[in-house]
């Protein structure tokens, strides 16, 4: 058979497919092309590459001194309660906080009526809990003031215990009743 004949007859053979093959299957296997094509040219050299940067990486580690793993150089949990007690001021510096509790009062027009005081110490930890229980005066704006500035001034209080009563005679003055804990660390600690 010479190459003349050969050809016309493949050529036959592949008018025969054309003319069986549908738009859909053309489609099926442009897409089936492109899709052979982007592997080639885009995911086979990236998994190369992958291939010899982790190969790099195993090398690296290998020479370097094996370290302990993060999570075992944490076996103990953070004692917060030490961190707590660190961030306390000493005991001496309530009277400055008293003052300073008082100034901020009348910067706020609150007026004081009544304060409470009672020291205790708490048990099992090196911490003096000083309590206030406060009478207030003043109109719903101030004592909002009061205690926003309170909270932002004085870093080692907590309110407790925060109650409002309104005026019987109509008056804007409400009478606010406010317990406070101020904590300190004790004498003992302080001067460790």
């Not at 442009?30 to 080639?40: E, F, Q, S, T």
């Not at 370290?67 to 400055?96: I, N, V």
């Not at 005679?169 to 804990?181: F, H, I």
Request: hydrophobic share 45%.
């Amino acid at each position: 058979m010479n190459g003349k004949k050969l050809r016309q007859i493949v050529s036959w053979h592949l008018a025969c497919v054309l003319n069986r093959v549908k738009w859909q299957h053309t489609t099926a296997m442009g897409l089936l092309a492109l899709w052979a094509m982007l592997v080639g040219t885009i995911d086979w050299p990236l998994h190369v590459e992958t291939r010899q940067m982790t190969l790099q990486l195993a090398q690296h580690t290998a020479l370097e001194p094996t370290r302990p793993p993060p999570a075992a150089q944490q076996l103990a949990p953070r004692d917060l309660t030490h961190e707590f007690m660190a961030s306390l001021p000493g005991f001496e510096k309530y009277p400055e906080q008293l003052r300073e509790l008082n100034l901020l009062a009348d910067k706020s027009s609150v007026v004081i009526m009544r304060i409470d005081y009672r020291y205790e110490q708490m048990p099992a930890l090196p911490i003096r809990k000083l309590t206030l229980r406060m009478d207030l005066r003043g109109d719903e704006a101030q004592q909002r003031r009061f205690l926003q500035a309170t909270l932002n001034a004085i870093p080692n209080l907590s309110i407790t215990r925060l109650a409002f009563a309104k005026s019987a005679d109509g008056a804007a003055k409400v009478e606010q009743k406010l317990d406070v804990n101020l904590y300190y660390q004790s004498r003992q600690k302080a001067s460790a």
